[in-house]
Each structure stands twice: as C-alpha cells, then as structure tokens.
Nanobody, 128 residues
Framework: QLQLVESGGGLVQPEGSLKLSCVAS????????IGWFRQAPGKEREGVSR????????IYAESVKGRFTISRDNAKNTVYLQMNSLKPDDTAVYYC?????????????????????WGRGTQVTVSS
C-alpha cells in the first residue's frame, strides 16, 4: 500500500508556529524527492517547498522564504515542514507529495504534475 500521511496541522495565532509531518509507507522513500503544497478555498494549489531525496537540496516559494524550513529523516520515512511567523495568508490545506528522483537531477525542474503520490492533506488555520 502506497501512502503519504500528513499531520501536525491545526489552529494557530498569527506569528505562531506549527510543524507538519509527512510519513511515507509502501515505497522506497530514500529515492524520492518530497514537495509540500498548499491550497486555500477558491485558489489554485501552489508549491511551498521541496527537498531532494538525500536532503541536500531544498527550494522554497518566495512567500515562505525565511519563515518555513523543510527537512527529512529518511530513517523514519518522514519529511517535516517547520512553519514560523505564520500569517493568515498561510491558511490552507497542506499536502505532501513524492516524486522518484536522483540527486543528479535539478530539483527546480520538478512540476506539480510530476509527482507520483499525494497525501490527503492537513488543515492549517492561522487566525486570532
């Protein structure tokens, strides 16, 4: 069974922090790049961050640079998204997705349609 399961979402006040987790099962996690995406009601799904299979390369959307940090622990088949200084505009359902990948590839070339597996998402709400 191929699965990605997100967790860690919830309600947080502006300027607060949350840490999301994405746990993979049913495939060789070590050979996959992982991306975090988010989608707010009425808006398109957008890329937030991505990380190479080894964790050596990361990319962030301009809107979250300096506030979010992506990391992975391959021994635990888990990718994390640490979110600090949260804003109301960060409110969305957050999804993780996996793409078979080699560290010799350019992480920046990955497109949303390239991802093979998707989780069901976890809700993040930033509000007073």
């Amino acid at each position: 069974q191929l699965q990605l399961v997100e967790s860690g979402g919830g309600l947080v006040q502006p300027e607060g922090s949350l840490k999301l987790s994405c746990v993979a099962s049913g495939f060789n996690f070590d050979y996959y790049a992982i991306g975090w995406f988010r989608q707010a009601p009425g808006k398109e799904r957008e890329g937030v961050s991505r990380i190479s299979s080894s964790g050596s390369s990361t990319i962030y959307a301009e809107s979250v640079k300096g506030r979010f940090t992506i990391s992975r622990d391959n021994a635990k088949n888990t990718v994390y998204l640490q979110m600090n200084s949260l804003k109301p505009d960060d409110t969305a359902v957050y999804y993780c997705a996996a793409k078979a990948y080699s560290d010799y590839e350019d992480l920046g070339k990955l497109q949303i349609l390239d991802y093979d597996f998707w989780g069901r998402g976890t809700q993040v709400t930033v509000s007073s």
